[in-house]
Nanobody
């Protein structure tokens, strides 16, 4: 069974930084595509970034230049470094296993998520 555990969220001031981590188990981590989503109250779950098994990376335009996704296959972990945080980044962030499509506007489709980690950015 696939298990995903997010961590690293917290409360920060606008302009601050956080690094989220997601540890995966129940799969061969190096062979799967991984994405980060976020869900704010009253809003749909939104794709933030994704990284393929081959290292291809895509970002949602609103976070491009501020967020960085990376993976450490030896640790079965994917990271989301978030810099220059804005209040509108406030959400629960979820790691997801899914399918990456570099040439699609919908560049990642998640199939499973962890419990999420709360990120709150104050103004």
């Amino acid at each position: 069974q696939v298990q995903l555990a997010e961590s690293g969220g917290g409360v920060v001031r606008a302009g601050g930084s956080l690094r989220l981590s997601c540890v995966a188990s129940g799969l061969t981590f190096s062979t799967v595509d991984i994405g980060w989503y976020r869900e704010a109250p009253g809003k749909q779950r939104e794709l933030v970034a994704a990284i393929s098994r081959g290292g291809n990376i895509k970002y949602t335009e609103t976070v491009k230049g501020r967020f960085t996704i990376s993976r450490d296959n030896a640790k079965n972990t994917v990271y989301l470094q978030m810099n220059s945080l804005k209040p509108e980044d406030t959400a629960v962030y979820y790691c997801s296993v899914g399918r990456f499509n570099f040439y699609s506007q919908k560049y990642f489709t998640g199939t499973s998520w962890g419990q999420g980690t709360q990120v709150t950015v104050s103004s």
